[in-house]
């Protein structure tokens, strides 16, 4: 009879400690993962400000070496391109160890990608910063890897996408310092002479043209090495603590054949990955191509430029908590599909509306961009269970959206304007038929999502 009270007791403080004040919900992050939850988040933090702080680069290499569009948006290619990479090779990793191992091994590599910044800019060559980029999002992929399915597995399976959300909502806290920082300290402190001025340099001076080079490269190389010391900071404080196990971390069998198989085999899935592509494609473009556009448009100075870049990530970062709110009350997939609806009709402004109106549309899309990264990924790994570590890792691959859309957006702003007859557009505005087609490909995905694998919302 003792016994059984004991293990009657048992079972009632599991359940007590899954619910939340009212007896009656689950809670979104239990007790026991408190501490591991809220170590994850901060990087969350971390890389969002890698990438914010990163997007305003492409901008200032183009001025900088005085090449075009195309080749300067080679930073978000190479960039982006450690997260496709990386991606499969961190899953397996992660699955063959552990999420912290593979946490420890993410931030290694972000740190080092930092740091050789330095070398980079003493040898003042692109294709080295290129690789640090690139070494650098290596680190990201194994960060994202390991933490997104590990917020995910900290609780119950019903507040998975909430949790996620929730998590994500840091993200733009990093991503907004990174722009404060691209503004404060590398823009407004890189030589303001133009890109005809330094044409002219380069004719006449090359010595001084240089020099100029040799200025804005050092500036460049601060944060990024300040950045790298941090993150080799925070590193340490990951490797003494003790993060909590969650459900089937234990296994570390590989499984690689039969998981890729339900992979496959699980539409949802499949249909999330691709949405997750066209959704960092949107978000890089949008995110990374402001500048171009404030300044073809408007005639606007890199850093009065990116303080609406600002002005969008401080909306990103409001409705990204409100709409982790109204997911209490709507489907992850009605809402979805609802803000892509609202981001196509702000890129026709974008397109169509002239001077600081297309402006102020294209500001206004980071208000339906917000939910869309982690609940796209929560809809696509809800019911993978273990599976979850590899499908993880294809959601990460999706991030190459990032890195073959913005070359693609920017090889046409290299164009020639564009006469449909009955008005002349310039290649910067047109360029955002691309962001265009990337929400109706989310909008169909939200819909999906509702009518179709409704059953599991």
């Given amino acids: 009879m003792n016994q059984t009270t004991t293990e009657t007791n048992d079972s009632s403080q599991k359940k007590a400690d899954t619910l939340i004040s009212d007896g009656t919900k689950p809670k979104v992050v239990p007790g026991k993962f408190l501490l591991s939850f809220i170590l994850v988040t901060f990087l969350f933090s971390l890389w969002g400000f890698a990438n914010d702080i990163t997007n305003p680069m492409v901008a200032a290499f183009k001025n900088i070496l005085l090449i075009s569009n195309f080749e300067s948006s080679l930073v978000q290619f190479a960039f982006y391109g450690g997260y496709c990479v990386m991606a499969i090779p961190a899953a397996l990793f992660i699955k063959r160890f552990s999420y912290k191992t593979g946490i420890l091994v993410g931030l290694a590599l972000y740190a080092v990608g930092c740091l050789l910044f330095i070398p980079s800019g003493?040898?003042?060559a692109f294709w080295?910063?290129?690789?640090?980029?690139?070494i650098m999002t290596c680190g990201l992929s194994f960060l994202e890897?390991?933490?997104?399915?590990?917020?995910?597995?900290m609780g119950p399976e019903e507040t998975s996408t909430r949790r996620l959300n929730f998590a994500q909502s840091f993200n733009p806290l990093g991503s907004f310092t990174g722009m404060l920082i691209a503004k404060n300290f590398i823009l407004a402190k890189l030589d303001s002479t133009d890109e005809a001025g330094r044409r002219i340099l380069l004719e006449t001076e090359p010595e001084k043209f240089v020099q100029m080079q040799q200025h804005d490269f050092a500036v460049i190389?601060?944060?990024?090495?300040?950045?790298g010391i941090l993150v080799l900071a925070v590193m340490v404080v990951f490797a003494i603590t003790r993060l909590s196990k969650c459900k089937g971390e234990d296994d570390t069998q590989l499984h690689f054949g039969a998981t890729l198989k339900r992979l496959f085999n699980n539409r949802k899935y499949l249909e999330g990955v691709v949405a997750q592509v066209f959704y960092v494609g949107v978000q890089?473009?949008?995110w990374t191509?402001?500048?171009?556009y404030a300044g073809a448009e408007l005639g606007m100075s890199k850093p009065d430029a990116q303080m609406y870049n600002m002005i969008a990530m401080l909306i990103f970062v409001s409705s990204r908590f409100i709409c982790t709110f109204l997911l209490k009350y709507f489907s992850p997939g009605g809402l979805l599909m609802t803000l892509a609806i609202g981001g196509f009709a702000l890129i026709n402004g974008v397109i169509f509306a002239k001077g600081i109106t297309g402006l102020y549309c294209l500001v206004g899309v980071s208000a339906c961009m917000s939910l869309m990264f982690p609940t796209i990924y929560g809809i696509a790994l809800?019911?993978?269970?273990?599976?979850?570590?590899?499908?993880?890792?294809?959601?990460i691959m999706a991030i190459g959206g990032g890195c073959l859309m913005p070359p693609m957006q920017a090889a046409i702003m290299d164009m020639d304007a564009f006469n449909l007859g009955f008005m002349t557009l310039s290649s910067a505005r047109v360029s955002f038929v691309l962001p265009l087609i990337c929400f109706v490909v989310i909008a169909i995905f939200g819909f999906r999502t509702s009518k179709v694998h409704g059953h599991s919302y």
């Fill in 382 to 395: 809800k019911g993978l269970g273990d599976d979850a570590k590899l499908g993880a890792a294809g959601l």
């Fill in 284 to 286: 890089i473009m949008c």
């Fill in 221 to 227: 190389i601060g944060p990024y090495t300040i950045l």
């Fill in 128 to 134: 080295a910063f290129l690789i640090a980029y690139f």
């Fill in 289 to 292: 191509f402001i500048i171009q």
């Fill in 145 to 153: 890897t390991s933490a997104n399915p590990y917020i995910l597995s």
């Fill in 122 to 124: 003493n040898m003042m």
